[in-house]
């Protein structure tokens, strides 16, 4: 199946610095790639749709200004957590659209904001 | 906005024994999809039902999507220890075809 790698898969970082994520592709081309955040036990939450060459579409509730999105290329989109703060600790996930409402699954990165 | 809910949410079973997750949207699905996460992992795509009533079997799993489009059901006959993880659905409606996940079911299989 395709392959999705995240990077990095975990981060620890100080409270005002920013983070960033980035979400490849490795063997397919992906038009929409798509961000998720997970908290412990729960689910996946989606927190924007990135489209290649336009600009990110985000749910309601997420901050556009506090999770830059930048899908700059058909294999790589990225996310910058700026100005984290300790509540932005959670697990990342980024998918990629590989088919018709067929999702392949990065590895996910761990950011954890002391 | 659209909700998807599955129950139970937790279940423990002794291996060989059947498991069934139950996924219920408030709203009408385009389609539906499953996916497991094991423990520290990522979610890993199992399958996809697009059509009313569909029945697709994978081995010992056996999905299901309703006649009205707004539930569906995972279930595993005989569960051997490496099915143990949280199931998720996730109910694709909406003109931009959204994808909304389900609460999901963590499964614990006692050997």
């Known amino acids: 199946g395709a392959v999705v790698s995240q990077h990095p898969s975990r981060v620890i970082c100080k409270s005002g610095t920013s983070v960033k994520i980035e979400c490849r592709s490795l063997?397919?081309?992906?038009?929409?790639m798509f961000w998720y955040r997970q908290f412990p036990k729960q689910s996946l939450m989606l927190m924007a749709t990135?489209?290649?060459?336009?600009?990110?579409?985000?749910e309601q509730g997420v901050e556009k200004d506090k999770f830059l999105i930048n899908h700059a290329s058909l294999t790589l989109s990225t996310l910058t957590v700026t100005s984290a703060h300790p509540e932005d600790s959670s697990f990342y996930i980024c998918?990629?659209?590989?088919?018709?409402?067929?999702?392949?699954f990065g590895p996910g990165t761990r950011l954890t904001v002391l | 906005g659209q909700q998807v809910m599955q129950i139970p949410q937790y279940q423990h079973v002794q291996e060989g024994e059947d498991f069934t997750t139950y996924c219920n949207s408030s709203?009408?699905?385009?389609?539906i999809q499953w996916y497991k996460q094991r423990p520290g992992g990522h979610p890993v795509f199992l399958i996809q039902?697009?059509?009313?009533?569909e029945v697709k079997k994978q081995k010992r799993l056996t999905f299901q999507f309703g006649e009205a489009k707004k539930n569906s059901s995972l279930h595993i006959t005989a569960t051997q220890t490496t099915d143990v993880g949280t199931y998720f659905c996730?109910?694709?409606?909406?003109?931009?075809?959204?994808?909304?996940f389900g609460t999901g079911t963590k499964l614990q299989v006692i050997p």
């Open positions: 990135s489209n290649e060459g336009s600009k990110a579409t985000y």
């Open positions: 039902l697009v059509k009313s009533g």
């Open positions: 996730a109910g694709v409606s909406g003109g931009y075809q959204k994808v909304t």
């Open positions: 709203t009408t699905l385009s389609n």
């Open positions: 998918s990629a659209e590989v088919s018709y409402n067929e999702q392949f």
């Open positions: 063997d397919f081309q992906a038009t929409t």
